[in-house]
């Protein structure tokens, strides 16, 4: 079956860090691979994704790039602020079957 | 556009009871699904809906777990009786189009079975 594993949390770095939270995957077929993040008090929202090998997913300066060879998909960001701490999500779906399988999550925190 | 609704936001019950959960979907979106954390762990999925109808009830743990979907607008999942591992937070979410389209989700409804 499909499984996700995430880099165990929690993180905490300083405001202007570069982060990475670690992301590999099993699946059966060819997945798709999203980030989701938490915000507190609020539900999950996709962050970025990626569809076939290579694809380079990135928003609000985070980025992730779909490894194939190595099965991974890690997150990253140059310079981090208090604003992004939050719980991230890394998770696939495969074509034909929509449902989302997810990693533990990642709490980070940002300090000042 | 409203997103994703979800009541309550925090249930307490006593094991035994009968909590009922509900998801008010995304206007339009015919694709409604139901996953849970359970203490820390990774988001499981449930469930399924496209409209009324349940197109993977897979996750669903057992026969104390019902979902229903009538006129293939809002959701509720009823937990009957309640077990202490049911504890966790239930999300929902929703989508327009199968297959490539994003998955908009709910805040969750924190279950905590005494």
């Known amino acids: 079956g499909n499984s996700v594993t995430q880099m165990e949390g929690p993180v905490t770095l300083s405001e202007e860090a570069f982060l990475t939270i670690n992301c590999t995957y099993t699946?059966?077929?060819?997945?798709?691979l999203f980030w989701y993040v938490q915000y507190p008090g609020e539900g999950l929202q996709l962050l970025l994704k990626a569809t076939k090998a290579d694809d380079k997913g990135s928003n609000k300066g985070f980025e992730a790039t779909y490894r194939k060879e190595t099965t991974s998909f890690h997150l990253e960001k140059g310079s981090v602020q208090v604003s992004d701490s939050a719980v991230y999500f890394c998770a696939l779906s495969e074509f034909g079957n929509e449902k989302l399988t997810f990693g533990t999550g990642t709490r980070l925190t940002i300090i000042p | 556009e409203a997103g994703v609704t979800q009541f309550p936001s925090h249930s307490v019950i006593e094991k035994g009871q009968t909590v009922t959960l509900r998801c008010d979907p995304i206007?339009?979106?015919?694709?409604l699904y139901w996953y849970r954390r359970v203490m820390g762990k990774e988001i499981k999925f449930l469930l399924h809906?496209?409209?009324?109808?349940?197109?993977?009830e897979s996750g669903m743990p057992n026969n104390r777990f019902l979902a229903e979907r009538t006129g293939g607008t809002y959701s509720t999942l009823k937990v009957q009786p309640a077990e202490l591992e049911d504890s966790g937070v239930y999300f929902c979410a929703s989508s327009r189009v199968k297959y490539t389209d994003t998955q908009y989700f709910g805040p969750g409804t924190r279950l905590t079975v005494l």
């Open positions: 809906f496209v409209k009324e109808s349940k197109q993977d």
């Open positions: 206007s339009g979106h015919d694709n």
């Open positions: 699946a059966t077929g060819y997945p798709s």
